[in-house]
């Protein structure tokens, strides 16, 4: 079988190694790839959301299956073009993917069904939410509406925090059209849990449960970013959480996406808060998570190709989704300035541990040679029998990943391990 695989970062490049195990794929392209990947696909200077490429490309080279991971092509439609085609994919349509693509359709979806999430208000004009936000609770959440690279969300300590928010949003456009509509919602508490599943529109079967890291610094200090690091699986995701996400959030979620004629297949991500009230859904993602996917793929027991394929075909109910009695531990080596202002062209080199263990974000090649090209770098992961284990692993095996101005957090997995106690 001929693979495409739509995306270039650190996700997807777990997503090709996991691939690759499956003794049926004779060849994996990779549009646009990168250095890293590189190693594992042929990577083709397509970008992902040059939708029109992407499709040719398919037409041309008879691809058999398509994965398209990140969220901007499927927003834009991939799939539906390439379906268009007869080439079939693991990923939603774009009326599916607007889960993600929309916020304020989102919000609006869990308010209609009654799926557990933070109460909110919605405003496109900036006047009428600065009047709110007068006597709105603080602190307070500011959300963009649309994809602004993970970064469209602004917790707000102070009424004049939320207020310059608004205004960052919608007047002076940070996030572009993203913020022409905003939500502002109530600022919930309690551990979060991120939770990858895998559906076909009918069926979910979720993977094993994660912990992001999203703050620069060590001891969660510092700015925003697309995550430094993750844990699997996240200790507060208990039995008993996993059962009600289940019955009032996973399956609630589809049944509402089928009712909007919006059939949901692919990866459904789903951010949770474990709040005193119960789990209560923070966002959804409508697709593999970025770095999750680099702890939850490796945990897999069963083959990824036979389950994207069978969540394609609507077969999920008889396909086996099974995951490791194990934990894993994915840390971040980025470049130092992340996630403002960082220099790159640095030679990237690993060893040959580090090189099987680690998945490559931000590199390209040049003469042969690695050179860093992106705030996050790589992602080396490790799997042992106990998360301590897991963890000290990782750090160890990250030792082997090195390039000038390379910085990583030094306490990923310590929160997990505090819950654990």
């Known amino acids: 079988m001929k693979l495409l695989v739509v995306g270039g970062g650190g996700r997807e490049h777990a997503i090709i190694k996991s691939l690759k195990k499956n003794p049926d794929v004779t060849e994996i392209f990779a549009l646009p790839g990168n250095g890293g990947i590189a190693a594992d696909a042929t990577c083709v200077p397509i970008g992902a959301t040059d939708i029109e490429k992407i499709v040719a490309f398919a037409v041309e080279n008879s691809i058999d299956y398509a994965v398209v991971a990140p969220d901007d092509p499927l927003v834009l439609g991939c799939v539906d073009a390439l379906e268009g085609k007869g080439i079939p994919c693991f990923g939603p349509r774009a009326n599916a993917a607007i889960i993600e693509g929309s916020k304020v359709f989102s919000k609006n979806l869990m308010k209609k069904y009654g799926i557990p999430t933070a109460k909110y208000e919605v405003f496109d004009d900036m006047t009428a939410a600065l009047e709110y936000l007068e006597t709105a609770p603080i602190p307070t959440v500011i959300k963009a509406d649309g994809l602004a690279l993970g970064k469209g969300v602004i917790i707000a300590n102070t009424r004049d925090e939320a207020k ?31 939770v990858l599943s895998f559906t076909d529109g009918k069926v979910v079967k979720p993977m094993v449960s994660s912990m992001d890291h999203k703050r620069a610094g060590d001891n969660d200090t510092g700015l925003n970013t697309g995550g ?123 060893t040959e541990e580090a090189a099987a263990h680690t998945y490559v974000a931000g590199a390209k090649l040049e003469n042969g040679k690695l050179l860093t090209s992106g705030g996050r770098v790589t992602g080396t992961t490790a799997v042992a029998d106990t998360l301590p284990d897991a963890i000290r692993e990782a750090y160890r095996i990250a030792d082997g990943v090195q390039f000038e101005n390379a910085y990583r957090r030094s306490d990923i997995g310590q929160r997990a391990l505090q819950a654990l106690k």
Do not use: W
């Open 164 to 194: 310059a928010a608004v205004r960052d949003m919608m007047e002076g456009h940070i996030f572009g059209k993203s913020g022409d509509h905003i939500v502002i919602e109530e600022f919930l508490t309690g551990p979060e849990v991120s």
């Open 228 to 350: 430094m690091g993750t844990v699997a699986p996240n200790p507060y995701y208990t039995p008993e959480v996993a059962q009600r996400c289940m019955e009032e959030i996973f399956l609630p979620t589809i049944a509402a996406m089928n009712a909007e004629g919006r059939a949901f297949k692919g990866c459904l991500y789903f951010g949770l808060m474990i709040t005193p009230d119960g789990p209560k859904v923070i966002e959804y993602n409508c697709r593999f998570g970025d770095p999750e996917t680099q702890v939850v793929l490796p945990l897999l027991e069963s083959d990824l190709l036979t389950i994207m394929r069978s969540c394609t075909n609507g077969t999920l109910a008889e396909t086996e989704v099974k995951f490791a009695d194990k934990h894993a531990c994915c840390v971040i080596t980025a470049s130092a300035g992340y996630p403002k202002s960082y220099k790159k062209g640095f030679a990237l080199t690993m």
